[in-house]
């Protein structure tokens, strides 16, 4: 599955924004999806992931309360909301997708979009 991630940017402290993950050439709904994200000079960590049907989430503590991701199947695209964004957010955000069920580590994960900044500060 090819990935395509946007809506990253330039946001204050506070501040909101949604990231979208585009999906193609496979069956969507075949695969859980993961955000994950890597600041300069820092290793990439997991931020949040959704099963195939989106009923199930899991998060990072960092960002529990103040991310949510979704998915809509029929649009073959996922979305990560991010509140409360904190200078600390500041990273490359990537999506990912797997096939196969297991702990959200890079790893685990088969398929990488190319990632989107989102900045935040004061």
């Known amino acids: 599955v090819q990935l395509q991630a946007s809506g990253g940017g330039l946001v204050q402290i506070g501040g909101s924004l949604r990231l979208s993950c585009a999906a193609s050439?496979?069956?969507?709904?075949?695969?859980?999806m993961g955000w994950f994200r890597q600041a300069p000079g820092k290793e990439r960590e997991f931020v949040a992931a959704?099963?195939?049907?989106?009923?199930?989430?899991n998060y990072a503590d960092s960002v529990k309360g103040r991310f949510t991701v979704s998915r809509d199947n029929a649009k073959n695209t996922m979305y990560l909301r991010m509140n409360r964004l904190e200078p600390e957010d500041t990273a490359v955000y990537y999506c990912?997708?797997?096939?196969?069920?297991?702990?959200?580590?890079?790893?685990?994960?088969?398929?990488w979009g190319q990632g989107t900044l989102v900045t935040v500060s004061s």
């Open positions: 990912a997708a797997k096939r196969v069920a297991g702990p959200d580590i890079p790893q685990n994960y088969d398929s």
């Open positions: 050439g496979r069956t969507f709904s075949n695969y859980a």
């Open positions: 959704i099963s195939r049907s989106g009923g199930g989430q």
